[in-house]
Every structure is written in C-alpha cells, then in structure tokens.
C-alpha cells in the first residue's frame, strides 16, 4: 500500500478512492478559471469523486518570447485564494523559483516541481521546505528509476509528502510516448502515483512557436493508467480548448469529463 498524503480534504494514496487533479493549463482570468473551478466542483460532487484544482499563475517554460504566460505569481495566487477559499478546493499550482516557494506557499495546498525543473536541486529543496505536500513532475528526460533521486532530496529536507506524476517521455523530435512500465516501477517509491494523461498526449513545440498535441489518446490513455493502479488522474480541461490560451491541442473538453470519470471510476472499482 502506498503512503497517504492529505492535500486540503483531499487525501491520495492509502485506502483512499480515485482522485482527480483538473483546472485549465494557465490562468487566463479571474471569472473564467472560478468558472471553471465552480463546474468543476458540480461534476465531482455528482460523481463522488475528490478533485484537487490545477491552474498555473505562470507558465515559465512556453516555447515563445510571445507566448501567454498568465498573470504571473501575486495576481494569479490571489486568483487560486478564491478559488480555495470561495469555491472550496485545494489548489495547486507549479513553483519556478526558490524564491517563487515560500511565497505559493502561503496559499497553495500542494506545490509541484515542473517537469522541466525536476533536476533542480535548490528548487526541489525550497519547495520542501515549506513543509508543504510536493508533486513531481517526472522529467520528459528522466527514466522512471532516477525519480528516486527527486524523491530522495524532498526526504532528505524532512519531507516525505510527496507525489509523483509521470508526464510522458521525450521520444525524438515534438512528440512523447506513455511506457506503462514506468507505472509500475515508480510505484515501488512507495508514494501515491499520478498520471497526467492531458501532458501525455502533448507534442512539445509542434507547432512551431506553440506545443501541439492530440486529444483523442487522452481517455484511452487515462483508462490504462488508472487499471495499473495510479492513485489520481491529472486532466487540463477547459470548456474551449480551441480558444484556450495554453495546452488547448492536448486539453479535454470540459463537458466530457463526467463521461471519463464514470470510465476511470469502474476501473478504479475492479483493481
């Protein structure tokens, strides 16, 4: 059995159910992530599902000068504020910077490590060090053993609530393959396993000055991921993926999310 760790009311790992980690890729604004956050909400309570909430206040690492970004880490914390404290959900969001830690802290629930900075050592030990529960994104570039080592420097500041996600694997150019394998080994850590279907399913800088990506392999994807036996399922949703200002090629269409979670709770059922 894997180690329990409580984020907010939501508790990943142990004996606890399947749990949902979901939000849009970026906070665009104010009314459209709480209203994203309140629909998000009604699904979960309806499906009896525990959901965590996922909006990044900047993302760090677009492929373009021009990019959107967010609004960047005090508007976008006091957006997440909201959301936690107004719509009730834990929050999570991701940290670029040691100085970035202490600050989110204050306010989220649960910070996460980008995939890209996974190897970031004075990053991993800032977020730790918050006492605040970590999640991991693995590397793009990591093989599934060496999260061991990410793990063993959030353990070695004191720490030991922590996540891991698996995110894909850098396959050539702008593209990433799922080795379900890597499922299993990352399980032995001991720590509640994520899988990030909607990351899954992205090809990084496809498109030339943006990532592209292809959402159809998100619910098969999710479904395998969930009969391994990873304890949450992260989505990127968004009610317009196609008007999304990041990740929309590779987010889920908000309005077939209660279809994939009465799917991923029958598989959750049988393990």
């Known amino acids: 059995m894997t180690k329990s760790v409580k984020i907010g009311n939501v508790r990943l790992g142990g004996r606890a159910p399947l749990a949902i980690i979901a939000g849009p890729c970026v906070i665009e604004d104010e009314a459209t992530t709480l209203g994203i956050a309140r629909r998000l909400r009604k699904i979960a309570v309806r499906k009896k599902i525990p959901l965590i ?3 990044s206040y900047d993302k760090a690492n677009r492929s373009s000068a ?6 960047g880490l005090e508007p976008g914390l006091d957006i997440l504020r909201k959301v936690r404290d107004e719509v009730g959900l834990p929050v999570l969001s991701d940290v670029h910077t040691i100085e970035e830690a202490s600050a989110a802290a204050k306010i989220l629930d649960f910070l996460q490590i980008p995939a890209f900075l996974s190897r970031q050592t004075d990053l991993v030990f800032a977020a730790a060090d918050t ?3 970590i999640n991991i994104k693995k590397g793009q570039f990591l093989a599934p053993e060496q999260v061991a080592n990410v793990v063993e420097k959030i353990e070695s500041r004191g720490n030991r609530k922590i996540t891991i996600t698996e995110r894909g694997t850098s396959f050539g150019y702008s593209n990433l393959v799922v080795d379900m394998r890597g499922l299993v080994i990352m399980k032995e850590l001991g720590y509640p396993l994520v899988f990030d279907a909607t ?3 992205q090809l990084p800088g496809g498109m030339g000055k943006c990532s592209g990506g292809d959402r159809r392999f998100v619910p098969p994807l999710a479904r395998a991921a969930v009969a391994v036996g990873v304890e949450a399922v992260f989505l990127e949703v968004h009610p317009d993926p196609e008007k999304a200002l990041c990740d929309g090629p590779n987010s889920l269409l908000l309005d077939d999310l209660p279809r994939l979670l009465d799917a991923l709770r029958k598989i959750a059922g049988v393990k």
């Open 66 to 71: 021009f990019s959107y970004r967010g609004p």
């Open 131 to 133: 006492g605040k529960p």
């Open 53 to 55: 909430f996922k909006a």
């Open 199 to 201: 990351h899954s399913v």
